[in-house]
Structures are given as structure tokens and as C-alpha cells.
């Protein structure tokens, strides 16, 4: 089984993309994040085609996550149960759902924007929130993975260059911390190897030749319970994808699991 995740940064500018790899890459389950439209702009059809069915979550121009499946998705959650509003409004940052054998989370954390910017606060207090709602799943006998835009490098290693970070979000300590609790629930960080050179980064700002020249980071995870990882057999980031035009900023981080 093939499980996959995905910032896409807009399913409108990456959908003949997106359709190639699901065709190419034989991706059974794949995690969405960043849509950028609207639930009923979703191109359910489109994937219908190709023998996915979407679990969607989202509601307009930012944001939105979903599941596609071939292998079956049922008891579907949109949302993040408990958690938190910024600025009034729920935000469209997590949708879950049993895939065949497996239940998946596709998950878009806030960016936190800057230490002293309230999204940062709420960026912990999503982070809280996540961890209390995959606790019971975590520790369980099933097969389970929290999958996407985790919006933090959980190592100084999985940055080109942490002094270029200095005094930024995405590798402050208290949001190392918060993905330390999360896997402290019962989760492990399922790390891919890369295809090139020696870190599996999963993202490169489209700025600065950032690409070509390997600044990258490692933002897109894998945590996944102790059932989860004792069935990965390999797990990679498929670095072609983040090539070439009208490429997303961040590649596919690709898991094969045996269940």
C-alpha cells in the first residue's frame, strides 16, 4: 500500500500535475494540503476517473486539506475536533478518514507567521489540540498516521542553514516541543530518504534559486503509530515533482507500507 503527502499550494494551478502523478506514481492514499478552493470546487470528478474518491475540507481561497483514496474512505471527520479559531473562524486545516486498512490524518499547520504574531500562539494551541485528538488512535492496534504540512523542521538538521532561520518560527524551541508531545502520544517520525544529495527536504521557496541550489527544508512529516511503522518498507521524498514549471513548492513525501 502507497501512502502519500502533498502541499500542493493550490489544487487549480497543480491539477494537471497532480493528475499525471496519481497516474504515474500508483499512490493508493494521498494527503492534500493547501487547496486554496472551496469544497464544491474540488475536482471530484476529475479523480472519480481515475478511481479516487476525496474527503474534502475546505471553504475558499486559503488553506483546505483532503484525503483521496482508492482503496475505500469511510467515517470521515473534517476539522479538528477542540480545536482552536483564529480570529473568530475555524480554519480548514485537518480532515481524517479510514482508507482500507489504514487511518490517515492530512493536517496543515498553521504557519505561526512570527514569534510575536498571534498565529504563532494559536500555531501551539492547534498543536495541543492535534496531539489530544490522535491520542486514542495513536495508541491503538490499528494502523495510524497524522500526514502533511507540519509548518516546523523538528531538527537543526532538517534545515539548509538553521543561523538563516535565527530568531524565526518553524525551528523555535516550543515548536519542537509541541511535535515532541505529539509523538510523545504514541507516534514516530517515519524519516524518508532523499533522492538526491544527503537530507530528505520536502520544501524549497520558490525565491533565490532555492531549488537548484538545495536550500530546502524537512516541514512535510510522516508521524505514525507503532503498527504504522513496524509496516514501512521504504519511504522517500519524490523530489522530481518539485522540478520543472508550474511545480508546488513543496514535493511528495512518499511511504510504502506491507498491511
Request: hydrophobic share 40%; net charge negative.
Amino acid at each position: 500500500m502507497r501512502i502519500a503527502t502533498w502541499n500542493v499550494n493550490s489544487i487549480t494551478a497543480r491539477l494537471p500535475r497532480l493528475l499525471a502523478w496519481l497516474e504515474s506514481s500508483g499512490t493508493d492514499v494521498l494527503c492534500l494540503q493547501e487547496a486554496k478552493l472551496a469544497e464544491e470546487q474540488f475536482p471530484f470528478e476529475a479523480l472519480r476517473e481515475l478511481g479516487y474518491e476525496a474527503a474534502v475540507n475546505a471553504t475558499g481561497q486559503w488553506n483546505g486539506v483532503a484525503v483521496l483514496s482508492r482503496v475505500g474512505l469511510d467515517d470521515v471527520v473534517k476539522g479538528l475536533p477542540g480545536g482552536p479559531a483564529y480570529e473568530g473562524v475555524e480554519e480548514p486545516r485537518a480532515v481524517s478518514a479510514t482508507c482500507g486498512p489504514v487511518r490517515v490524518w492530512s493536517v496543515y499547520v498553521p504557519n505561526g507567521r512570527e514569534v510575536d504574531h498571534p498565529h504563532y500562539a494559536y500555531k501551539l494551541q492547534w498543536f495541543e489540540a492535534l496531539r489530544a485528538a490522535v491520542a486514542t488512535d495513536a495508541t491503538g492496534t490499528r494502523p495510524f498516521a497524522v500526514l502533511g504540512d507540519y509548518n516546523v523542521a523538528p531538527t537543526d538538521d532538517d534545515v539548509f542553514d538553521v543561523a538563516a532561520f535565527e530568531g524565526l518560527t518553524h525551528v523555535t524551541p516550543a515548536e519542537r516541543a509541541a511535535l515532541a508531545d505529539l509523538r510523545a502520544a504514541g507516534l514516530a517520525d517515519i524519516v524518508p530518504r532523499p533522492l538526491k544529495y544527503d537530507h530528505p527536504y520536502s520544501y524549497w521557496d520558490y525565491r533565490q534559486l532555492a531549488f537548484p541550489k538545495n536550500r530546502g527544508m524537512r516541514i512535510d512529516l510522516v508521524y505514525g503509530n507503532a503498527p504504522f511503522a513496524d509496516a514501512v518498507k521504504d519511504a522517500y521524498v519524490d523530489r522530481e515533482e518539485r522540478k520543472g514549471k508550474g511545480a508546488s513548492d513543496h514535493a511528495p513525501v512518499v511511504v510504502d507500507l506491507e498491511v
